[in-house]
């Protein structure tokens, strides 16, 4: 199928923008890397009578360091982020995960800030940020907000933005170099969208943690203090402790009711607190 006839607009600035989609109303769609969209489009499940193309917004494509954060123009590719032209917040943190998203020729077009506002629960910005303790700049009529990601992420393809409103950045806090990331998915093959995404940040050093269940057709599962998953104490032999059954209560808690389903989910987490802890050993044992 092809796409349903629509006006594009190409806008070179934040503001133009917002203005387009203000006087649009619901009949309009924004587009970034156009990795989410373009097929909707196609299969008609979208039918906007209005693109605006972000793609020419130059202020989008910015990183910059801001008082303990890289900041992330919504039009950062995940090809940028994999290739290094964008900064890291720590040692191959989060070009780790760029490079396991889909292909490569999806990578080299799709954007974080396309993929968070389109707000896939099995996305991979949507989990690894949502663990780093990430927020989002949002651009609208009424001016610039900020808001963490749990408050971004209103459901399964849904988010926060209200009409007008855009995207425009992503604030991720930087991480110590005593911290150790662990960033798991089950999928049925490279390059699919994830089953099932067990994500951990671990400081040993201070004791602190947050960890993370994810693709599970609802905004990520957060744990915002890691070490219920621990045995209430993290420190450099913390993976050894994880405590499955408290995984698992969680995520009944969160309305998952079949069995089956939260194993892969406790074992991806467990994957992702394993790799976490090997990467902290591999460190110390280097020193």
């Not at 890291?88 to 989060?94: E, M, Q, S």
Request: proline share 5%; with cysteine.
């Amino acid at each position: 199928m092809k796409p349903a006839p629509f006006r594009i607009e190409r806008p070179r600035t934040i503001a133009d923008a917002v203005a387009l989609l203000a006087s649009s109303g619901d009949g309009a769609k924004v587009m970034a890397g156009g990795q989410s969209l373009g097929p909707m489009l196609n299969l008609r499940l979208a039918t906007p009578d209005l693109i605006v193309d972000l793609s020419g917004i130059d202020a989008l494509r910015t990183v910059r360091e801001e008082a303990g954060h890289m900041v992330y123009g919504a039009l950062v590719t995940h090809a940028d982020v994999e290739d290094g032209r964008a900064l890291d917040v720590g040692a191959n943190i989060l070009r780790r995960v760029a490079g396991g998203i889909a292909y490569r020729a999806v990578r080299n077009r799709g954007t974080m800030g396309g993929s968070l506002s389109h707000a896939d629960p099995a996305a991979d910005w949507v989990n690894a940020l949502s663990v780093l303790g990430a927020e989002v700049e949002i651009a609208g009529p009424a001016g610039t907000r900020r808001l963490p990601m749990g408050a971004f992420l209103a459901g399964a393809l849904a988010t926060a933005l209200e009409p007008g409103e855009i995207l425009v950045s992503v604030w991720v806090p930087k991480v110590p170099a005593t911290a150790r990331f662990g960033y798991v998915k089950h999928c049925r093959k490279v390059g699919e969208f994830a089953h099932a995404i067990g994500a951990v940040l671990i400081d040993p050093t201070t004791g602190t943690g947050r960890a993370l269940m994810g693709a599970i057709d609802a905004p990520p599962l957060v744990f915002a203090d890691a070490a219920t998953l621990f045995g209430g104490q993290i420190d450099a032999g913390f993976a050894t402790r994880f405590a499955a059954s408290a995984a698992d209560a969680a995520l009944i808690a969160a309305g998952m009711a079949d069995t089956v389903d939260r194993h892969v989910h406790v074992e991806v987490l467990r994957r992702a607190a394993t790799q976490a802890a090997s990467l902290f050993t591999d460190t110390r044992s280097a020193a």
